[in-house]
């Protein structure tokens, strides 16, 4: 049985802090595989594809994704202790945040990511991001370090049209938006987040 937890929104400290490391005997203890459950479904009810421990006020890093696609690489996925062992290339879209409501502004992020961390159960993985799942785990990544987009987005602002509002599926939003941004997203990943922005202009 997993719980919906409280997402927290900016001003909150925990927001800001910079997580700590989970350690290997954690993630052996009940309560924490619960945690992971909770955190699924706070994320699918918000709804938003993406959503990390600082955001319901656990100070620990690691991170839940689910693009809502079928292939298997690509959600639902839980990463512990994360970090990129590469990264390349620039892309702007906009983004939003479940923590930070009803805003959206323009983002600069890596256009590919190599990510490698633990499963819930300790095993090391990695995955290869582009796309939407790119700017995703990045989004996440900066939770992790206390970092919220609206530190670095240019023109935020709150989502008022109709385009703006499915905007915020990018990343952490809507669902209406989310099911347009994975439609775009699917396909070739090389082009996904222009096609994505483009879905999202349309
Ligand atoms: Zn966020």
Known sequence: MAYLREIITDGHPTLRKVAKKVEADELRDPLFQQLIDDMFETMY??????????QINI??????VDLGEEKDDRGPLVFVNPRFTETEG????????????????EMTRHARVVCSALDRYGKRFSVEATGLFSRCLQHEMDHLDGVLYTDKAKNVRPA???????????????????ARVAQAV?????????????ALSA
Do not use: N, Y
Request: hydrophobic content about 40%; some cysteine; overall charge negative.
């Open 59 to 64: 100070s620990k890093r690691l991170f839940v």
């Open 90 to 105: 620039e892309v702007e879209a906009i983004e939003g945040c479940l923590s930070v409501p009803g805003m959206i502004g």
């Open 160 to 178: 008022v049209t109709e385009e703006e509002h499915a905007a915020l599926a990018e990343v952490e939003g809507e669902a209406d938006g989310i």
């Open 186 to 198: 699917r396909g070739t990943d090389r082009d996904a987040a222009p096609q994505a922005e483009a």
């Open 45 to 54: 009810h918000a709804p938003g594809i993406g959503l990390a421990a600082p």
